[in-house]
């Protein structure tokens, strides 16, 4: 610019620049927002209901909620003090049991089925402690979901569930 | 233009990088400091609304193909998913739809100031040709597009225009079940022509970079005809075309706007929310406004052959019109005769489109005759005839003086006038 005073075209210029730009971003908008889950998808994401009442005693069955596997393990007497008596502080990711059931509700354990390493399903009722054994790796969790061995960084996740009754949860 | 641009970066990673790829350069030289004629209408601003509207479609094209499903089961509900769940997806199908009228509209214009204006002249005859291979690609894109919602239309528009390809005598009927991938039109089509509806814009690309380039070759033409002598007959393209182009984009696009948001399915057919039914044809089955002139020419035609050749050479033959306007003066400002014929062109065009949509009988097939025939002797009998006995009238010097002499008797000697400074 060879005038110090801004002149009419200067105004002009960044006017159209400043609503130009507010455009742009604008109409990229709906260009990003599409990727989003449509309604379709958030609605086949909904909450499920699981009756609990054909699961045995030391069953473990396999759901899908999101697209996620969940386990729903009916675990045992032994199983639970197991998963009790443990000391907290010696675990690679420390949590005590209580902390990853409903309260009164301990022999249900609701974990999402994705090992914490790089995402493979882990097989139930195996290993050392009877609890999940993840092929890929060899990670080893117990009935809990907790990461005891191998690569894994973390406990299994719990997904959102409350309990209905005594015989059915929602889950998400 | 040839040869380096004058741009010289100030900036040590621009003088670094301007040394490997000058793209800068070429930027600076093609859209800044690009001699443009200085008197340019607002006529001259398609090219760059058409530029806007292939990346428009582009862009909103690639984003519904992330949610379109190309199988005959599932194409139609995937198109009412899109309008129904996707965020945002009813803006992004209207754009898409209402763009592609939009795109049509904007190259007719394009191509209707060309012939006005004699841009198909020497040395531009390339320029144009290219023009013609853009508006063939641009139809075969839209037609494709059209059928992927799979409605009535859909289906009905596929099977009639890949029919037409058996009115070739011999190879005919094999050309027509090569097209199809089977002994009708199905899913193969269907699939094909996703495919083909994705891969052609980007040979517009392609073709469209080698449009501006034949442009930048030779220069704009402008509304008097005579090619700029002095720097006074320019001025540089940015700011001034740039800001008439983006002004004038900005009011098409309120055309644009106001179709998508207020009667998105004004352009459109009902019937193509019909999910597609091989066994029974709609009863009237019209293609989309932008194909009407050329189904009219087709319809006249009583013959089966002849009526597709004519429906080809409809297009064709605008590639030959720089050869077949004998005229030594290119624009229509100064052919008053060639004016007159060429409205009327322009009104046989636009009757043939209203002559398409109606159905083909009584008045309605004779005056599309009418109309076919003024058509085609236009382009053979009226352009080169009107170049050899037209009276034109007396060009003017420059175009600075027809800019500046406004009024004045041109010919006179042109007064020094003030220098515009930049």
Known sequence: MSSAEPTRRDFLYIATASVGAVGAAAALVPLIAQMNPDASTIAAGAPIEVDLTPIADGQVIKVFWRGKPIYVNHRTKKQI????????????????????????????????????????????????????????????YDTSGRIRQG?????????????????????? | MSGHSTYQPQ????????????????????????????????????GGILSFMLAAQIVTGVVLAMHYTPHVDMAFNSVEQIMRDVNYGWLLRYLHANGASMFFLAAYIHMFRGM????????????????????LLMIMTGFMGYVLPWGQMSFWAATVITNLFSAIPLVGESIVTWLWGGYSVGNPTLNRFYSLHYLLPFVIVGVVVLHVWALHMVGQN?????????????????????????????????????????????????????????????????????????????????????????LGASIVILAFLPWLDTSKVRSARYRPLYRQFFWAFVIV??????????????????????????????????????????RTKPLPNSIADSVLLEGKPIGAPAPPPPLAKA
């Open chain 2, 349 to 390: 065009c636009i009757g043939l489109g209203w002559l398409g949509s109606k159905p083909p009988e009584g008045n309605y097939v004779l005056f599309a005759r009418i109309f076919t025939v003024y058509y085609f002797a236009y382009f053979l009998v009226i352009l080169p005839v009107l170049g050899k006995v037209e």
């Open chain 2, 116 to 135: 006005y204006y004699g841009s198909y002249k020497e040395p531009r005859e390339v320029l144009w040709i290219l023009g013609v291979i853009l508006l």
């Open chain 2, 11 to 46: 900036n040590a990673f621009m003088q670094w990088m301007e040394r490997r790829l000058p793209i800068a350069g070429l930027v600076y030289s093609s859209l800044i400091v690009y001699p443009t004629p200085r008197n340019l209408n607002y006529w001259w601003t398609f």
């Open chain 1, 81 to 140: 003090e197991e998963a009790e008596n443990v000391d907290v502080a010696k675990l690679p990711d420390p949590q005590p049991d209580s902390a990853r059931v409903k309260p009164g509700h301990s022999q249900w354990s609701v974990l999402i089925g994705i090992c914490t390493h790089l995402g493979c399903i882990p097989i139930a009722h195996q290993g050392p402690y009877d609890g999940y054994f993840c092929p890929c790796h060899g990670s080893i």
């Open chain 1, 151 to 172: 690569p894994a960084p973390l406990n299994l996740a719990l997904p959102p569930y409350e309990f209905l009754s005594d015989t059915k949860i929602r889950i998400g």
């Open chain 2, 222 to 310: 402008n509304p008097t005809g005579i090619e700029p002598k002095t720097e006074r007959d320019t001025v540089a393209f940015t700011p001034y075309a740039t800001i008439k182009d983006g002004f004038f984009l900005v009011v098409f696009c309120i055309l644009f706007a106001w179709f998508v948001f207020y009667i998105p399915n004004f352009l459109g057919h009902p019937d193509n929310y019909i999910p597609a039914n091989p066994a029974v044809t709609p009863t009237h089955i019209v293609p989309e406004w932008y194909y009407l002139p050329f189904y009219a020419i087709l319809r006249a035609i009583p013959n089966k052959l002849l009526g597709v050749m004519a």
